[in-house]
């Protein structure tokens, strides 16, 4: 159980204790609610959603965009192949006053991708 532990905790950097004992023990496609960068979010459990939202909110990937547009920039971002929209969710918390428009073909990424926009009305 040890060894479970500790491996599920090297691929939930960010996440903290309890969520990674909750990932570690939440069956394998079952979704998982965790706290990430301040963001609460869902994951499903044997997927990459876990890694590519700590990317995304935790690792800073998108990080230098904050170069490119003023933070005060209120036009419209578009995050075309959203995934579960933790992209969508960054640029949202990078440009506050901006709205971001997120496009996911896949049907299971995008009902997950619901879940996790939400609360952000500036989200569609």
């Known amino acids: 159980m040890i060894r479970k532990i500790c491996r599920g905790y090297k691929y939930s950097r960010g996440i903290g204790l309890v969520g990674t004992l909750s990932y570690v023990f939440t069956r394998k496609g079952r979704l998982v ?3 990430l960068g301040g963001n609460t979010i869902y994951v499903r459990k044997g997927t990459k959603d876990l890694m590519v939202a700590v990317s995304c909110l935790f690792s800073h990937e998108f990080s230098a965009l904050k ?6 920039f209120s036009g419209t971002i578009v995050d075309a192949g959203g995934y579960i929209g933790t992209a969508a969710i960054a640029f949202s918390n990078m440009f506050p006053k901006a709205e971001v428009i997120t496009i996911e073909p896949s049907k299971d990424n995008f009902d997950v991708l619901n879940k996790n926009i ?4 500036r989200i569609k």
């Open 118 to 121: 939400a609360t952000f009305s």
């Open 67 to 72: 170069f490119l547009l003023p933070v005060n």
């Open 33 to 35: 609610k965790v706290v």
